[in-house]
Structures are given as structure tokens and as C-alpha cells.
């Protein structure tokens, strides 16, 4: 890639699903189109998050990109739930097919954005000390990208291996023979501790707050299946499109009320069978909204877990008893409770007694026990939503600092856009419903939309686009007033809340109404001439 350019029309912050996806659709519209990645390559949270056991939690076939005919047909996925390398060989047949890469700069990190009120275009900081200007800003930087480790005293005392799922190493780790602590126990911790505990001498599962979990009863996918999904494909996505989660599943749409007393187990257990969380959060419509039917489903979990798991003090510690089901991520999972039947495994309840130090040699608590380690694994998470945009500093017009303006919380007009920040998009931003749905479905949608503004700004002679103050303000009340609605602001803590970050503002961040009221708004904002929009 040519590193001279200086100017282009359309600069796009990352090279996930959303970049990617950004820049063959804004390429329709310019040429002059850069990708700046920070890591080595394409894929973004499946390229970052290589550790073992990484897998997607929504079926393959739901969880992929629906803007290319050719690629539905040409690609077969091969698992139920696809593999972290599967989704990454499918992204690079994606970017080889599209041509992609020629438009990609790796290895550089952005690091500041500055609008310029007099030319009206960004002004651009790369990590290398070079600058780009462009007319457009992209931010594809994803809502789980920065990644979060807990402030530890100690950290650098210690003399074995510390790694965080999120930025694993690209070679294989060997855990044989090894005694290896996983703190957290949250998406990636599920994951990746079934895996650890089957060479480790000896694991000790770190665990603040239990997760919810469904198994997956992955299955490889027959051919004969393959077959009927590539022809029925515009079915499979037209029913996503009116699935809450966007996910091309059945929409029973029933509360548990609508169910009789007696089958309402029967209907957990058919799911529970099935499969899969989202499989299992689709059984009543009112599992967010309704505590009873909560409780119900988390005392189903609870007898679940009383029947998988031997030791009656390991069944209680695994037992979420501080949120209601589904307020914190519930994650798919591959042998997690049978995990802690094995004997060398421990779960060491670190609400009790936090952790107090790394040592040179493990983990001390605060009840003063120390655990001798070879190897500590984070499994913490993510600065989500925002970290990654707060790793840049972005200014807007008026020297308004984004991370001034977003203290209290992110204010933005459809998760999209935020006032005094002109022709800068976020794809999948705070106040639009990313993680509460199958992503690619969200991304799609809102590259989609970027596309609709750029290119009418280009047929009318605009130059700049940014929401109206009005327009922010009641998107912000309106997120605001869904979530209340729904039982996510129970949760004592959650990344959804922004609560697993000190000193990050506690509000929900993202859109709670589903995606298909979501498109529906949009849709009526594009069709109503940019509704809420100031173009000049
Ligand atoms: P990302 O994939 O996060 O890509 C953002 C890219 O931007 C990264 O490569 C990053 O390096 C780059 N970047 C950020 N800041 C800068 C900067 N300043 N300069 C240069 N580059 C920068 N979603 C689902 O729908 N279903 C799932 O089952 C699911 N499972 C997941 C499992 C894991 C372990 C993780 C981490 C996420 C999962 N997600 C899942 C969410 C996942 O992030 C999205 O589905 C999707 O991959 C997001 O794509 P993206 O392009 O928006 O962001």
C-alpha cells in the first residue's frame, strides 16, 4: 500500500466484520477509500480473540454476511457453531474474493481524529507519526476490542506466562503439565476453561460472578443440510430480519403465560436440547421483561446445574444469584459445569476473598491464601462499547472532546452519529442494538445506512452531515426509557452497564428494543428525508 497518501475521501477505523463489509460497500461509492488496522491482519475480534475453545454463538449459518449472494453459495460452513479459525478463514475467502486487502493498512493504530471546521474534513494521527486527511470518518472499531485487565498490584513480579484471551498469541500454548489460574468466567472464560483443564496439571478457575450457561450440542453440518440452507438462504434471512436477536429462528413470539403450567418445562426442556442460547432465550418473549418468567427459567438452570455438577458446594458457587438471567451474557458452552467434576480443577470464589496481589510466583486472596502458578490467564473481558474510541482522541467541532462530551455516557442520534462530530459514522455505536443482536446483522444494517447518507450527500453537493441536538437528546431518552423497561438495569454489574469499568459511566449502552424495530426507525429516518439529520 501506497503509505504517501495523505488525503482520501473516506478513512474507516478497523478491519472486522464491519470494515471489511464498509469498504467494499463505500468502494461503490470512492475510490479513495483507506482501511487502518492496528493488528497484523484482518478479522478483528476473530483474528484478536485466537484462544482455545474461541467460538461464535449464534449458528454458522446465521452468523455470516447476507450482502453477497455469490459468497452464500460459494462458502460451506462445516460446524453448527463455527469454529474462531473457521470464521477467520471465512473472512479471509471474503477479503480474497472482494479484493479487499489492497485498500488495508496493518500494524497501525489511529490514535487521534480532529475535525477541521475551515477545509471540513479529518484530520487523521496514525501510530507511526504519519497523518491522513479524509471527508469521512468510519469508525469500525468494534464493541469488543479493548480488551480490559484488572488493576492488580504485583503484575510485573510475576515469573511465569500472563496472557488475556483477547490478545492471544498467534502459536499454540501448551498447558501440560501446568498449574494455570483463569481469572473470570464470563463468554471467553467458558470457553476457554473446559479446554485448559483437559492438559493442566492443575486449574484453578478464578470466579467473581457465575455465568449462565446452555450448552451448544454442536454438530457437524451434513452436505444434505448445507444444500437446503444455500437454496433456502433468502428465507433464512428474511426470517432474521424479524427475530428480535436477528437470528433466522422460528419467532414463536409467546410469553410464559401463553404456555400452560405443565409445558412450560417441556418447552425449556426441548430447548435446552436444542441448544444453544439464543435457541434457549427465544422460549418466552418475556424473559427480559418479567421477573416470574425469569425466575422460572433460572430455577430450570439451577436444577440443570444440581444434576451435571457432584459437589453440592461447587453446584452453589456455580449458581448466579445476583442478576437475573440473561442481564449479563449467558454463554454457550462445550463441557463447562462437567469441567469442575474433573480433579484438577478448583473454583476458588473470589467475591469472598478478591484477589490481593500477583506474586513472583501465583496469586495471593484476601483471605491470605496463595496459589502457586506457572501460567495466569485473563479471561476479563472488555472495555466495551467505547474502549476503543476512547483510545483515540477524537475532536469535533467547537474543540469538543468526544470523552468530554460522552462523560456522563454516550449521547449519540441511532447509535450512529453524534452531534458536533460531522461526517463521523460508528458502526455498531452505543445506542444501537450490536451485541443484544447476531452482529454481522447489525453491521450490515448500518453500513447500509452509512452507504444511503454518503451517497445522497454525493448526488445533492453536501458536504457534511451531523444529528440535530433535538434529535440526540430524544434518541437518548427514548434507549433510555426501553431499558428501563426490561429487567438489564437489575443486574449489580454487567459490561452491558458499563459497570465492570472503573469509573465508566453506568447506563446501558446498547438499544434494548430489537433489531427489528431498530431497522424499522431507520428505515422511517432515511424514508423522511434523513429525519433528525443537518446536512450543509
Ligand atoms: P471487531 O471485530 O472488534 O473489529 C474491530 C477492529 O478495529 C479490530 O481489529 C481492532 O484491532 C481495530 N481497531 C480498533 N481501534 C483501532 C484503532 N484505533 N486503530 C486501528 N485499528 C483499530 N457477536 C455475535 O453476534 N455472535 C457471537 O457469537 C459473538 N461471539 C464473540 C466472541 C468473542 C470472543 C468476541 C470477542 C466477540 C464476539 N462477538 C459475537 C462480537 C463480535 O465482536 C462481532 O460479532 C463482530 O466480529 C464485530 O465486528 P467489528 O468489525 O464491528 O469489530
Known sequence: MNMNVKQVDIIIVGAGFAGLYALYKLRLLSQHILVIESGANLGGSWYWNCYPGARCDIESIDYSYSFS?????????????????????????????????????????????AYNEETKRWEVGLDNDQFLTAGFCVMATGCLSSSHIPELPGSTLFKGDIYHTATWPHETISFAEKRVGVI?????????????????????????????TIPVNNETLSSDYISWVKKNYPEIRQKAKQHFFACGLDNDDLSMEDFLPADRISELERRWQTGGVVAFFSAFNDILINNETNKFVSDFLAQKLKEIVHDPDIVEK??????PF???????????????????????????????????????????????????????????????????????RNNTLLENKWKAGPRTYLGLMTSEMPNMFIITGPGSPSVLSMMIAAIEQHVDLIYDFIHYMQLNGI?????????????????????????????????YLGSNIAGKA????????????????????????FNGFLFS
Not at 476458588?348 to 513472583?360: G, N
Not at 510466583?361 to 466495551?384: H, M, N, P, Q, R
Not at 458536504?463 to 434507549?479: G, L, N, Q, R, S
Not at 453506568?506 to 428525508?529: E, H, S
Request: proline share 3%; with cysteine.
Open 69 to 113: 449472494k455469490e459468497i452464500e453459495q460459494e462458502w460451506s460452513w462445516t460446524e453448527r457453531f463455527a469454529s474462531q479459525t473457521e470464521i477467520l478463514d471465512y473472512l479471509n475467502f471474503v477479503a480474497e474474493k472482494l479484493d479487499l486487502r489492497k485498500n488495508i493498512i496493518f500494524n497501525t493504530k489511529v490514535v487521534s481524529a
Open 326 to 396: 440473561g442481564t449479563k451474557r449467558a454463554c454457550n458452552a462445550i463441557d463447562y459445569w462437567t469441567t469442575f467434576n474433573k480433579k484438577n480443577v478448583s473454583l476458588v470464589d473470589i467475591r469472598k476473598a478478591p484477589i490481593k496481589a500477583i506474586t513472583e510466583t501465583g496469586l495471593l486472596t484476601a483471605d491470605g491464601k496463595t496459589y502457586e502458578l506457572d501460567t495466569i490467564v485473563f479471561a476479563t473481558g472488555f472495555d466495551a462499547f467505547t474502549g476503543a474510541l476512547r483510545q483515540i482522541k477524537i475532536k469535533g
Open 184 to 212: 473470570g468466567t464470563g463468554s471467553s472464560g467458558v470457553q476457554i476453561i473446559p479446554e485448559i483443564a483437559q492438559d493442566a496439571a492443575q486449574l484453578y478457575v478464578f470466579q467473581r460472578t457465575p455465568a449462565y
Open 463 to 495: 458536504t457534511t452531515v451531523e444529528p440535530k441536538e433535538d434529535a440526540e437528546k430524544a434518541w437518548m431518552e427514548h434507549t433510555n426509557a426501553i431499558a428501563e423497561g426490561t429487567l438489564f438495569m437489575q443486574a449489580e454489574s454487567s459490561w
Open 506 to 529: 453506568r447506563t446501558f449502552y446498547p438499544y434494548a428494543g430489537g433489531m427489528p424495530a431498530y431497522r424499522k426507525i431507520c428505515d422511517d429516518v432515511v424514508r423522511d428525508n
Open 318 to 323: 456455580l449458581t448466579p444469584r445476583s442478576y
